[in-house]
C-alpha cells in the first residue's frame, strides 16, 4: 500500500512567482494537513482539509492557500513568493479529522531566489 | 509563545546507550502525544505515540514517558544504534492540528 506522495520533491522559483505543490493521502484517508518546516525547527501547520472541507488554517498569510478534490488528494498554492519561503513543505494524511495517527510524505524542497 | 518546549536541542550517546528527549507543554487540552523521527531528506515518521490516560507506553526499544500533572513526556531510546542517528521531534493534539517541539538531533556513536 502506498504512503503519502508528494511533487515534486524539489522545486526552484523565483521571488514573485507562484507555486503549487501536490499531495496525494494513504488510500482511504480523508484528512489532508499541510505543514512548513523550515531548516533547524519543528513543521508548522498551515492548512488541514477533511472531506474536502478546509477545517483549520494556520498563521500564514493570504498569499497561501489549499483545497481538497473529490479523490481526497490536495494542492497547496503560494502566490507572490517571497525569500522566507524557502523550506521544506510537508503534507499529512489521517483517517480522521482528529490528527492522530498522521502519516508525512517526503515533503517538496521549495527554494526562492 | 512556544507551546511546546523540546529539550536537549542535540544529544550524543554511545552505541547500546539510553537516549533520552524530553518535552513540555502548556496547553492542558493536549489529549495525544506523538513522537516522530525525521532523517535528513525525509518526511517525519511517526515512531510511538501515547495518550493521558497511561503513564508509560513501549514499543521495542521506545519507551514514552507521561507525567500529566508535570505537563511533561519523554522518548527513551534503549540500546540506542548508530541508525538512530536522526532529527526526533515531539508533537502534541487536542483536536487540533499537531504542535511540533523544535527538534532534538541525535548523534549514536560506535
Known amino acids: 500500500d502506498a504512503g503519502v506522495t508528494q511533487s515534486p520533491t524539489h522545486l526552484i522559483k523565483t521571488r514573485g512567482q507562484h507555486v503549487t505543490l501536490r499531495c496525494s493521502p494513504i488510500?482511504?484517508?480523508?484528512?489532508v494537513s499541510w505543514y512548513q518546516q523550515v531548516l533547524g525547527q519543528g513543521p508548522q501547520f498551515i492548512f488541514q482539509y477533511y472531506e474536502k472541507e478546509e477545517r483549520g488554517r494556520g498563521n500564514f498569510p493570504d498569499r497561501f492557500s489549499a483545497r481538497q478534490f473529490p479523490n481526497y488528494s490536495s494542492e497547496l498554492n503560494v502566490n507572490a513568493l517571497l525569500l522566507g519561503d524557502s523550506a521544506l513543505y510537508l503534507c499529512?494524511?489521517?483517517?480522521?479529522?482528529?490528527?492522530?495517527?498522521?502519516?508525512f510524505g517526503q515533503g517538496t524542497r521549495l527554494t526562492v531566489v | 509563545q512556544q507551546q511546546v518546549k523540546q529539550s536537549p536541542q542535540s544529544l550524543i550517546v554511545q552505541k547500546g546507550g539510553i537516549s533520552i528527549i524530553n518535552c513540555a507543554y502548556e496547553n492542558t487540552a493536549f489529549d495525544y502525544f506523538p513522537w516522530y523521527q525525521q532523517f535528513p531528506g525525509k518526511g517525519p515518521a511517526l515512531l510511538i505515540a501515547i495518550r493521558p490516560d497511561v503513564s508509560e507506553k513501549k514499543e521495542g526499544r521506545f519507551t514514552i514517558s507521561f507525567n500529566k500533572s508535570a505537563k511533561q513526556f519523554s522518548l527513551h531510546i534503549m540500546d540506542s544504534q548508530p541508525g538512530d542517528s536522526a532529527t526526533y521531534f515531539c508533537?502534541?493534539?487536542?483536536?487540533?492540528?499537531?504542535?511540533f517541539g523544535k527538534g532534538t538531533r541525535l548523534s549514536v556513536i560506535a
Open positions: 499529512a494524511s489521517s483517517a480522521l479529522l482528529e490528527n492522530t495517527e498522521a502519516f
Open positions: 488510500s482511504g484517508h480523508k484528512s
Open positions: 508533537a502534541c493534539s487536542g483536536n487540533t492540528p499537531l504542535v
